[in-house]
């Protein structure tokens, strides 16, 4: 089943550019856009966390793998505001790619 983690921006037109960039590396490495059956039943989370990697920590989990895993089976799609990501190349593979996940992120142009 897909599951999304999804870092909300107010920022729409850069949050559609980073889409349509985060499409072109998915068909680059030859991976098929995520779906979910249409039967399928599951929740959507959506959560202030007031700092992602201070979060991770402030829920006593190793990493953000770890903290999405802890949300339960039944969780599809997080979505995460004020994660306090400036720039996507603060981004470790990890936080971008989360084992299981596919994420989406935005980041704000201002502090």
């Keep these: 089943s897909a599951k999304f983690v999804v870092s909300i921006s107010t920022e729409p037109q850069m949050e559609a550019q980073q889409q349509r960039q985060h499409a072109e590396q998915q068909q680059q490495h030859g991976e098929e856009p995520a779906h979910r059956p249409a039967e399928c039943k599951s929740q959507i989370v959506t959560w202030n966390v007031n700092g992602l990697r ?54 704000s142009r201002k502090k």
Excluded: H
Aim: charged share 30%; proline share 2%.
């Design 54 to 107: 201070a979060c991770i920590k402030r829920m006593e989990k190793q990493s953000l793998e770890e903290l999405l895993e802890s949300l339960g089976e039944d969780v599809a799609i997080v979505c995460v505001q004020e994660t306090k990501i400036l720039r996507q190349s603060n981004l470790d593979s990890e936080m971008c790619k989360p084992k299981g996940w596919d994420a989406f992120y935005t980041v």
